[in-house]
């Protein structure tokens, strides 16, 4: 099956003919006499095509383009009419209609137009569900967390993701500020449009101007032709710019321009560009502190500080741990195509007592690891970095087995894996201590 087509005519014999005409192709046909009738049909089916008269009782087919493509923009409609003139064709066209087409003269091209217009609605589709698979793995649904603070912050941000307002995100490293950013961007009004991120501690205060700004041919050696800036890459969407408190004074000077008047200048050109860009920001930085102080512009700082959120850190929402360690439990699990492993309570107890100094990013790293060197159905603890075990609460641990355990692990972490050492620091042989470590099955350093 081709697809659907529907056919808007109030002449039931033309209906009827194009109707067998196109089904002897493989397509499956619709038929309504009315622009109110077709739109009916349209919103209850899966149409690809639609062919309209132009001459309808109720409206006129090139008007009723603009309200098909404002229902289902997928949909490819071709108008008919017995009286051709080129103004309706030149607006139908310009309505968003894939062709117009005089009758009498349709007979031969009708056929080769369906495919070519089946070909450009699948496309559309593709791309549509594209665009709905990213905004639905990027909206607030996605981040992972009940506690209070969370849970604030998501608030906060939904509410201004519906405005252009500029927003500057806080908090430690790895705690989801991009997350965060994308979350606001797709559930934007700019959601269609590109979502760009730039880390500004990523390179030279040169280099992240070009990034930036973009240059034109000749404006030092090396630019042999013009480069288009992320900002005008970004037109029409949002800019998020993080470590933003990395950027060198002179560059804040350029970027509060932006902010300002929306235009900009590139590197070598003497001409101002505009630009339709959202601006969002992050930092793991004092901004306040750097503004006062003079390392960061204070008009800058409070032109981005319109709308602060700050994240939590991992330790201050330790009961969100479960969840999103196993929420990368089976996205590294699908990764490397194993069986899912169980998370058992002694590991759980490890994970949610550790100082997660990375947050989130770095949880994410340890759940990868476990699920790369764990090989039962549980994850093995003995698969946790070594620095696990630095920091391990012993206090409330009544197995003498598991205190011992962790206790050659630290000693074995303190001696970098020499074993000479670490037996004489226990006080035991050499023998005992290989006996110990097969024992309880302590991974090699």
């Known amino acids: 099956m081709n697809g659907i087509v529907l056919i808007i005519d109030d002449e039931k014999k033309i209906c009827s003919l194009l109707s067998r005409i196109i089904e002897l192709e493989g397509f499956k046909t619709l038929q309504a006499s009315t622009g109110k009738e077709g739109i009916r049909i349209l919103k209850n089916n899966d149409i690809s095509i639609v062919i309209s008269d132009v001459k309808l009782p109720d409206v006129n087919g090139v008007a009723l383009v603009k309200d098909i493509k404002a229902l289902k923009p997928y949909v490819e409609i071709i108008n008919l009419t017995a009286y051709g003139t080129i103004a309706d064709g030149v607006l139908a066209i310009k309505n968003g209609a894939f062709d117009y087409l005089v009758k009498g003269d349709d007979n031969d091209k009708i ?14 589709r593709r791309v549509a569900d594209l665009e709905n698979k ?43 500020k991009e997350v965060f950013a994308q979350s606001i961007h797709y ?16 390179f030279s205060p040169d280099l ?18 013009d480069k288009k800036g992320l900002l005008e890459e970004a037109n029409g969407g949002t800019l998020f710019l993080d470590e933003i408190g990395e950027m060198n004074l002179d560059l804040q000077a350029k970027l509060l321009r932006v902010l300002e008047n929306q235009s900009f200048i590139k590197i070598g050109d003497t001409h101002t560009q505009q630009v339709n860009v959202r601006i ?16 960061f512009r204070s008009d800058l ?3 981005l500080s319109v709308f602060s959120i700050l994240l939590p850190s991992l330790n201050e929402r330790k009961g969100d741990i479960p969840a999103i360690a196993k929420y990368y439990l089976k996205e590294f699990s699908d990764k490397v195509n194993k069986m899912e492993p169980k998370m058992d309570d002694k590991i759980l107890a490890l994970l949610s007592n550790h100082n997660w100094k990375g947050n989130i990013r770095e949880l994410k790293n340890v759940i990868e690891r476990l699920v790369i060197l764990s090989d039962g159905d549980v994850l093995n603890t003995s698969a946790l970095p070594p620095e696990f075990f630095e920091f391990a609460p012993l206090e409330n641990n009544y197995d003498l087995q598991q205190i011992e355990k962790q206790h050659i692990q630290k000693v074995l972490v303190h001696t970098k894996g020499n074993k000479t050492e670490a037996s004489r620091l226990l006080g035991i042989g050499l023998t005992t201590l290989y006996r110990k470590i097969e024992e309880y099955q302590i991974r090699e350093l």
């Open 208 to 225: 992240l101007e070009s990034e930036l700004f973009g240059y034109k041919a000749g404006a030092f050696t090396g630019a042999n032709k």
């Open 301 to 303: 700082y409070y032109r």
């Open 134 to 176: 990213i905004i639905r793995k990027h909206n607030f649904n996605t981040i992972i967390g009940q506690s209070k603070a969370l849970k604030e912050a998501i608030e906060l941000a939904k509410k201004v993701s519906q405005t252009d307002t500029t927003v500057l995100l806080l908090g430690e490293t790895g705690t989801g």
């Open 187 to 202: 559930e934007s009004p700019r959601a269609l449009n590109p979502f760009i991120a730039l880390n500004c501690s990523g």
């Open 111 to 124: 056929i080769p137009l369906l495919y070519k217009a089946m070909d450009k609605s699948n496309l559309q």
């Open 280 to 295: 969002l920001a992050a930092t793991n930085k004092d901004l306040k502190a750097d503004a006062n102080s003079g390392k």
